[in-house]
Protein backbone atom coordinates (compact mmCIF):
# COMPACT_ATOMS: atom_id res chain seq x y z
CA UNK A 1 0.00 0.00 0.00
CA UNK A 2 1.54 3.48 -0.91
CA UNK A 3 1.83 6.31 1.35
CA UNK A 4 -1.44 7.92 -0.59
CA UNK A 5 -3.65 4.25 -0.45
CA UNK A 6 -2.37 4.33 3.35
CA UNK A 7 -4.17 8.16 4.03
CA UNK A 8 -6.83 7.56 2.04
CA UNK A 9 -7.93 4.15 3.93
CA UNK A 10 -7.92 6.00 7.24
CA UNK A 11 -9.92 9.10 5.84
CA UNK A 12 -12.23 6.32 4.81
CA UNK A 13 -12.34 4.70 7.86
CA UNK A 14 -12.95 8.08 9.84
CA UNK A 15 -15.84 8.81 7.38
CA UNK A 16 -17.57 5.66 7.39
CA UNK A 17 -17.34 5.54 10.86
CA UNK A 18 -15.40 2.63 11.20
CA UNK A 19 -13.37 3.43 13.88
CA UNK A 20 -13.25 0.29 16.24
CA UNK A 21 -9.73 1.27 17.62
CA UNK A 22 -11.49 4.67 19.53
CA UNK A 23 -12.23 4.63 22.88
CA UNK A 24 -15.39 6.24 24.54
CA UNK A 25 -13.48 6.18 27.86
CA UNK A 26 -10.23 7.43 28.89
CA UNK A 27 -7.79 4.55 29.09
CA UNK A 28 -7.58 3.03 32.47
CA UNK A 29 -4.09 2.47 32.85
CA UNK A 30 -3.21 6.07 31.98
CA UNK A 31 -5.51 7.19 34.73
CA UNK A 32 -3.95 4.20 36.90
CA UNK A 33 0.13 5.31 35.88
CA UNK A 34 -0.79 9.27 35.59
CA UNK A 35 1.50 9.72 38.39
CA UNK A 36 4.28 7.83 37.62
CA UNK A 37 3.98 9.67 34.29
CA UNK A 38 3.97 12.83 35.59
CA UNK A 39 6.53 12.18 37.87
CA UNK A 40 5.20 14.73 40.39
CA UNK A 41 5.41 17.73 38.15
CA UNK A 42 2.25 20.29 37.36
CA UNK A 43 0.90 21.70 34.24
CA UNK A 44 3.04 19.62 32.09
CA UNK A 45 2.88 20.06 27.90
CA UNK A 46 1.92 16.34 27.13
CA UNK A 47 2.39 15.50 23.20
CA UNK A 48 -0.18 12.98 21.77
CA UNK A 49 0.82 12.13 18.02
CA UNK A 50 -2.13 9.77 16.28
CA UNK A 51 -4.77 11.02 18.77
CA UNK A 52 -7.59 10.45 16.74
CA UNK A 53 -10.81 11.92 19.01
CA UNK A 54 -9.44 10.18 22.22
CA UNK A 55 -11.07 11.48 25.26
CA UNK A 56 -7.79 11.45 27.36
CA UNK A 57 -6.64 14.55 25.48
CA UNK A 58 -10.06 16.25 27.94
CA UNK A 59 -9.44 14.70 30.71
CA UNK A 60 -5.21 15.21 30.45
CA UNK A 61 -6.51 19.22 30.32
CA UNK A 62 -8.75 18.77 32.90
CA UNK A 63 -5.85 17.60 35.41
CA UNK A 64 -3.97 20.87 34.49
CA UNK A 65 -1.88 19.79 32.06
CA UNK A 66 -1.22 21.59 28.29
CA UNK A 67 -2.15 18.77 26.23
CA UNK A 68 -0.19 19.34 22.36
CA UNK A 69 -2.15 16.43 19.97
CA UNK A 70 -1.40 15.95 16.37
CA UNK A 71 -4.03 13.99 13.98
CA UNK A 72 -3.83 13.28 10.47
CA UNK A 73 -7.56 13.03 10.00
CA UNK A 74 -9.33 16.40 10.22
CA UNK A 75 -12.60 14.89 10.63
CA UNK A 76 -11.48 13.46 13.91
CA UNK A 77 -10.11 16.28 15.57
CA UNK A 78 -13.76 18.42 14.16
CA UNK A 79 -15.38 14.91 15.78
CA UNK A 80 -13.24 15.88 19.19
CA UNK A 81 -13.96 18.78 19.37
CA UNK A 82 -17.89 18.77 19.09
CA UNK A 83 -18.13 15.70 21.21
CA UNK A 84 -15.97 17.33 23.83
CA UNK A 85 -18.16 20.52 23.81
CA UNK A 86 -15.20 22.85 23.05
CA UNK A 87 -15.07 26.02 21.03
CA UNK A 88 -12.14 26.43 18.62
CA UNK A 89 -10.10 27.56 16.07
CA UNK A 90 -9.17 26.79 12.85
CA UNK A 91 -5.50 28.02 10.97
CA UNK A 92 -4.21 26.33 7.82
CA UNK A 93 -0.23 25.81 8.22
CA UNK A 94 1.31 25.76 4.70
CA UNK A 95 4.88 24.30 6.17
CA UNK A 96 2.75 20.99 7.38
CA UNK A 97 -0.31 21.54 4.35
CA UNK A 98 -2.45 21.29 7.06
CA UNK A 99 -5.34 22.70 9.47
CA UNK A 100 -4.08 23.87 13.44
CA UNK A 101 -7.26 23.35 15.94
CA UNK A 102 -6.76 25.72 18.72
CA UNK A 103 -8.66 25.72 21.79
CA UNK A 104 -7.95 28.29 24.44
CA UNK A 105 -8.26 29.40 28.25
CA UNK A 106 -6.41 25.96 29.15
CA UNK A 107 -9.44 23.75 27.69
CA UNK A 108 -7.13 21.79 25.56
Known amino acids: MTDDNEKAS ?7 GD ?10 ML ?4 DKFIAGRNNIKI ?7 AVDLKW ?3 QGHTVVAV ?10 FEEQNLDYTTKQVEE ?4 LFQVYCGEV
Not at 31 to 34: D, T, V, W
Open 60 to 62: LAD
Open 71 to 80: EFVELACKQF
Open 19 to 28: IGFHKTEKHP
Open 47 to 53: FVPLCGK
Open 10 to 16: WVKSWEE
Open 96 to 99: VKGT
Open 31 to 34: EKYL
